[in-house]
């Protein structure tokens, strides 16, 4: 018989690549815009120009 080691994926948002995490923030500001409520303009403003702020040394 061949014993499988089952593995645990585990996620480290410190080990993502540079662009990683300003992505996922872009990412989670387009959601948040499309379900809008007061607060949530304010935190999809915030992660959408931190995505970009984020992403701008790569094209540069």
């Known amino acids: ?4 080691k089952e593995s645990i994926m585990t996620i480290n ?3 993502l690549p540079l662009y990683g995490k300003p992505v996922i923030a ?3 500001g387009v959601l948040i815009l ?3 409520r007061l607060l949530n303009y304010v935190v999809a ?3 959408i ?3 970009i702020i984020g ?3 790569l094209f540069d």
């Open 1 to 4: 018989m061949i014993k499988r």
């Open 13 to 15: 948002l410190n080990s």
């Open 26 to 28: 872009l990412f989670a």
């Open 34 to 36: 499309i379900r809008p």
């Open 45 to 47: 403003f915030y992660l």
């Open 49 to 51: 120009i931190t995505g």
């Open 55 to 57: 992403l701008i040394p």
